[in-house]
């Protein structure tokens, strides 16, 4: 599976942002997709995961509430919906696949893909 992300840029603190995340090679429709993400001088971490079949999400305590993972596997893209941007949400944002698998913390996923940069100035 290759993952192309995008939608990152730059933003106000209060802001939202909407990350694209376009899957190709194969069908995402039997893997646990998330997101991640990376500061600078930073380890990367889990943000949000959503089950292969949309009904289960799970969230870092960080972003519960403000940021809303979601698929469309005919589509083969996930999204993730950041509302109500802090300056210490700005990172670099991966998105992650598990084969059949939630994506969670603990979880490590089988694919990765490249980073989009966000920032957010407050």
């Known amino acids: 599976v290759q993952l192309q992300a995008s939608g990152g840029g730059l933003v106000q603190a209060g802001d939202s942002l909407r990350l694209s995340c376009a899957a190709s090679?194969?069908?995402?429709?039997?893997?646990?997709m998330g997101w991640f993400r990376q500061a600078p001088g930073k380890e990367r971490v889990f943000v949000a995961g959503i089950s292969w079949d949309g009904d289960t999400t799970n969230y870092s305590d960080s972003v519960k509430g403000r940021f809303t993972i979601s698929r469309d596997n005919a589509r083969n893209t996930v999204w993730l919906q950041m509302n109500s941007l802090k300056p210490e949400d700005a990172a670099v944002y991966y998105c992650a696949a598990k084969y059949w698998v939630s994506v969670a913390v603990g979880v490590q996923p089988d694919y990765w893909g490249q980073g989009t940069l966000v920032t957010v100035s407050s």
């Open positions: 090679g194969r069908t995402i429709s039997n893997y646990g």
